[in-house]
């Protein structure tokens, strides 16, 4: 039986129970010129195999490809342990000022009323009323509901600790989408009840600073700081070294509070 590479935790200060390693071979396929979707790569046969965790251009990946990948694509069939079936999954929406989750996954109501999170925290319907049945198998959602303008009062009001109370017992997994926490105070108060959180940077709009301010403020709440997401990554841009930050959603926010592109940091070019 062949060994299965790098079987240890790869975060030992965050081991968490239940985790499994999915480290082995892969199905693999270099996408040259990145249109794999267009080609059928989703569900289509690969030519190659790839030892995870290493990189393709490592040797140990037995694929020891050095030239550039414009996109890469891995596939893999395994079957959850028993102890991993039947679990609860909910995802709550708390980004109440801009959501995107709604048309982003397009779910529709069955009522006519789209009540949500918001709805819940002001006090006009009970919790029961808002967690929504998805179409797949023990996953459930709280939306947003309706948008508001004075979200963090909502977020930081008594309801909402209570709330989160009452999903740690209900759900096996609860997994919030804040907003961006750089310029939105909302995911702040968020933290306070979460017990780890994943920060999502896209590529090319965040700074290394801002980053580290947003970990800093997370730590000081008491969550965890599990990792980093970097998505969005255009590969053949990555002769173009200049880093920038900018919010389309929340740059309305940002000068309504009286905030001038002139106040922004001027662009960091990385030598």
Avoid at 17 to 25: A, E, H, Q, R, V
Avoid at 124 to 146: K, S, W
Avoid at 188 to 214: F, L
Wanted: proline share 5%.
């Amino acid at each position: 039986m062949r060994q299965l590479p790098r079987p240890e935790y790869p975060r030992p200060q965050f081991v968490r129970p239940g985790w499994m390693n999915l480290n082995g071979t892969w199905q693999f396929e270099i996408d040259h010129g990145a249109s794999g979707r267009a080609r059928g790569l989703i569900d289509g046969a690969y030519s190659r195999e790839i030892t995870v965790p290493f990189c393709p251009e490592s040797r140990l990946s037995g694929v020891e490809y050095k030239d550039f990948m414009a996109a890469v694509w891995y596939r893999r069939t395994f079957t959850l342990p028993e102890e991993a079936q039947g679990k609860r999954v909910l995802l709550v929406d708390a980004d109440l000022r801009c959501s995107t989750l709604a048309r982003r996954y397009r779910f529709t109501y069955a009522q006519r009323e789209n009540a949500g999170l918001a709805q819940h925290l002001a006090g006009m319907c009970e919790l029961q009323d808002v967690v929504y049945r998805t179409n797949l198998p023990g996953a459930f959602i709280l939306p947003a509901g309706h948008e508001v303008l004075n979200s963090m009062q909502l977020l930081a009001s008594y309801r909402y600790g209570e709330m989160m109370d009452a999903l740690r017992d209900e759900f096996d997994i609860v997994l919030v989408d804040s907003p961006p926490a750089g310029l939105i105070v909302d995911a702040i108060e968020i933290a306070r009840y979460c017990d780890g959180a994943v920060i999502v940077v896209e590529y090319n709009r965040g700074r290394v600073q801002d980053v580290a301010d947003v970990a800093a403020n997370l730590a000081k709440t008491g969550c965890k700081v599990l990792g980093a997401v970097m998505n969005g990554v255009n590969l053949k841009s990555f002769r173009n070294r200049k880093y920038y930050y900018r919010s389309e959603r929340y740059s309305a926010y940002y000068h309504h509070y009286g905030g001038t592109d002139a106040d922004a940091e001027p662009e960091a070019e990385d030598k």
